[in-house]
């Protein structure tokens, strides 16, 4: 078999047919197409030829067929790295019929194979394309169109050689502007960061006289100096307090309730149910009084905190002692959803008033809402009319909420220290 197969073997080098045309004429493949420079069939791994309708080729013939990512004028011949390998076609012909994960397991076991693989989308491209011609397919016009045509490479290496050189020469108006810069000294030489800030001046080595700007304003001077001297130990004098004058009391914040015969809360039970954490109806608490003093229990810290509670505008105004506004000192407004509740206060409409104080609205906790209260900014409170239970935590709610609401808009009414007199 050596005997017969030499003789293609020695003039295979200056009379091969081409390669893709005959692996397609060759189709279906053996195992037997692997040999040795010799032509005898020999195992994948070990095989440097592929003889293929009594033709020998190397195994790394570049073929016709185009990869994806081969410039417009690569050839076989230039650039058979954007080719298929001929070993690549057969490898993937002989496998044809198996799974895409045994082809790969078979090419990475395979010496001279390894890395070599079509990936997932190549492999249908290629087994199609060996059964007739395609897209990916270099026909052999366009191949000696390519051949024929000057390299792109070379050409404009060419062009550029057979161009004449031309002598350099300035421009005249060029020159003529670099030796007016250097005669009028108008260039500024950056030597250091510091010229930058320095300006035209400092390429003429002038400088900038400021004696009578200085002597002008000397006198300005001299009194603003004197003057402040003289006047701000008095002035420190002014804001210092006497000695033992007492500083000036801050009020109690005040807390404003509905005087409506059918708010939950009053002056007659508010104390119970803020104070005690229990709620007991209005009926069954005193009458008569127009102010209320509550104090604010669960503070730590020794903290303590006083809250005057009103049911009226008038009860309201006597607390302005000294012609202070009250309304600087309210923190929290209940209601029960009437709007009259606001008829006389500084703030009338209920939306502008809980944008300065914060509202409360108590209710039955199996009573619906009242309509008037979705669209105002208030804190709701529902009483259960049953569980007792329950009224502790809806009042340390309350208490969050109002903490919150005083330490955000009105932190000078925040709790004070157990020790200050009341």
């Known amino acids: ?78 650039a058979p790295q954007h080719f298929y390998a001929l070993d690549d076609l057969v490898f993937a012909s002989l496998s044809r019929d198996e799974s895409y ?148 009391r801050r009020g109690d914040p005040i807390i404003v309730l509905s005087n409506a015969p059918t708010a939950l809360l009053g002056l007659s039970n508010l104390s119970a149910l803020l104070g005690g954490g229990v709620y007991m109806p209005r009926s069954s608490g005193s009458s008569g009084e127009t102010m209320l003093s509550l104090e604010r229990p669960g503070l730590p810290n020794g903290l303590r905190q006083r809250f005057l509670v009103v049911d009226s505008t008038e009860a309201l105004a006597r607390l302005g002692a000294g012609g202070a506004d009250p309304w600087e000192r309210v923190v929290a407004v209940f209601t029960s959803g009437q709007t009259w509740q606001f008829k006389g206060y500084k703030w009338s409409e209920p939306r502008e008033l809980f944008r300065h104080v914060m509202g409360v609205y108590v209710r ?8 008037s209260v ?8 529902a009483v259960d009319r049953t569980k007792r239970h329950t009224d502790k935590q809806l009042v340390a709610h309350f208490w969050r909420s109002l903490d919150a609401w005083v330490a955000r808009n009105k932190p000078d009414l925040a709790p004070r220290g157990a020790v200050e007199a009341r």
Do not use: I
């Open 374 to 381: 979705r669209d105002w900014n208030v804190t709701e409170l």
């Open 364 to 371: 039955w906790a199996n009573d619906a809402r009242a309509p």
């Open 101 to 248: 994960a045994a082809y790969l397991l078979a090419a990475n076991r395979t010496e001279g194979m390894a890395g070599r693989h079509l990936n997932a989308l190549e492999r249908p491209r290629v087994l199609r394309a060996l059964e007739q011609e395609g897209e990916m397919e270099l026909s052999e016009a366009e191949l000696q169109r390519r051949l024929e045509a000057p390299s792109s490479s070379t050409a404009p290496a060419a062009q550029a050689a057979a161009a004449p050189k031309r002598a350099y020469v300035p421009s005249p108006a060029d020159a003529a502007f670099v030796k007016r810069l250097r005669t009028q000294n108008v260039e500024v030489v950056l030597r250091t960061r510091s010229h930058a800030l320095r300006g035209p001046r400092a390429a003429t080595g002038a400088t900038a006289d400021f004696a009578s700007a200085h002597k002008a304003l000397a006198p300005l001077l001299r009194g603003a100096t004197t003057g402040g001297a003289q006047s701000a130990p008095a002035s420190r004098a002014a804001a210092a307090p006497a000695a033992g004058q007492p500083k000036r």
């Open 1 to 78: 078999m050596a005997s017969t197969s030499a003789a293609p073997a020695a003039g295979a080098a200056s009379s091969l047919p081409d390669a893709l045309s005959t692996l397609r004429a060759s189709l279906p493949l053996s195992t037997g197409c692997w040999s040795d420079a010799s032509g005898v069939s020999v195992e994948s791994a070990k095989a440097t030829h592929l003889q293929l309708s009594g033709h020998l080729f190397p195994r790394s013939t570049a073929t016709r067929l185009v990869r994806p990512s081969a410039p417009d004028n690569a050839t076989p011949s230039t």
